[in-house]
């Protein structure tokens, strides 16, 4: 089992930039990879970043040169770097961890882009 806590969410103007962290009770290094999906009203969730435990990252192209998925010293806390905000970007960001057979999801945190 894996706890997730985000934090780092809110309200943002066009252009801007917010920090999303997410803590794990684990160690990146214990799973394959750690990630963010996001959920706008009336829509799917859709992949945002991830990072595999060897460091490989991968980006949605919605995001590309935008956002910047990374960890920390201790490998437990992801980290998502979201500039040049737009009002597309407004949804529910979910943290994920996950492993062999397994994804774990966080509470979900709540960004808005708008003036």
């Known amino acids: 089992q894996v706890q997730l806590v985000e934090s780092g969410g809110g309200l943002v103007q066009p252009g801007g930039s917010l920090r999303l962290s997410c803590a794990s009770s684990r160690s990146l290094l214990s799973l394959l990879g750690m990630g963010w999906y996001r959920q706008a009203p009336g829509k799917q969730r859709e992949f945002v970043a991830t990072?595999?435990?060897?460091?490989?990252?991968n980006y949605a192209d919605s995001v590309k040169g935008r956002f910047t998925i990374s960890m920390d010293s201790a490998m437990s806390t992801v980290y998502l770097q979201m500039n040049s905000l737009k009002a597309e970007d407004t949804a529910v960001y979910y943290c994920?961890?996950?492993?062999?057979?397994?994804?774990?999801w966080g509470q979900g945190i709540q960004i808005t882009v708008s003036s």
């Open positions: 990072i595999t435990n060897t460091g490989s990252t």
């Open positions: 994920n961890n996950y492993d062999h057979g397994y994804n774990y």
